[in-house]
């Protein structure tokens, strides 16, 4: 997580032609504050958030080349 930037990254395991393989994928979220003081998730930003959902995309993305 970079500020309101929040990045999950999965490892889905797949059966193909009798093999397992994996597929990594990841999920960016932006989380907010509604007017009623609870907590919710977009995946649009403003132009602010931008580069810290790069930095979190880049970090998931260096766990997952490196595990």
Not at 9 to 37: C, M, Q, S, T, W
Request: glycine share 8%; hydrophobic share 45%; aromatic share 8%.
């Amino acid at each position: 997580m970079v500020g309101p930037c929040r990045v999950s990254v999965f490892r889905n395991i797949v059966l193909v032609a009798g093999k397992e393989i994996e597929i990594p994928k990841v999920v960016l979220e932006v989380r907010y504050k509604d007017k009623h003081g609870k907590w919710r998730g977009t995946q649009g930003m403003t132009v602010r958030e931008i580069p810290k959902a790069i930095l979190a995309l880049q970090k998931a993305f260096e766990y997952m080349v490196s595990t």
